[in-house]
């Protein structure tokens, strides 16, 4: 009897570890998608307060862009993103013409293909102020380390 009854206390200790690991990386997306969420609401309230580029882009405000997230698969999927299908949003994220060049320069592929659906010629002069992908960027490498902590992975660098 006494193996039976180890064998079942070292499933209950794994069952506990798999919650308790599953629960920390959830409370970590959770986290890292409200961090992302306010940081792009603070970077586009900085751009809403240049009065200067809002008179430049003929816009009263940047209003039109709501920023929320959204969580999916139980907690263990977040989207963080502007609602809503004006694309404004996006020129005002990446730019139009040479400053979405530059801005797009060092961004990885997959937000440039993202940026390419908004593509029109190339010709724009939107200054862009970004507000979403630039703190994605920034937050993603902590994220990654405190889920490797978590899941005590170690990464080639």
Do not use: C, W
């Amino acid at each position: 009897m006494a193996k039976g009854a180890i064998i079942n206390t070292v499933g209950r200790d794994l069952e506990k570890y798999r919650k308790d690991v599953l629960k920390k990386v959830k409370d970590l997306i959770a986290e890292f998608a409200s961090q992302l969420e306010i940081d792009a609401i603070r970077d586009l309230d900085k751009a809403s307060s240049d009065r200067d580029y809002i008179l430049d882009e003929g816009l009263e405000n940047l209003n039109f862009i709501h920023i929320d997230k959204k969580f999916t698969n139980s907690g263990f999927k977040a989207e963080v993103g502007v609602m809503g299908e004006n694309d404004l949003a996006a020129y005002i994220e990446f730019g139009t013409g040479l400053s979405a060049k530059e801005i797009l320069a060092p961004y990885p592929q997959e937000i440039r293909d993202i940026a390419m659906k908004f593509y029109v010629n190339g010709q724009g002069i939107m200054q862009g102020h970004p507000y979403l992908y630039n703190n994605y960027l920034r937050l993603m490498h902590a994220f990654r380390v405190e889920l490797d902590k978590i899941l005590k992975v170690k990464r080639k660098s």
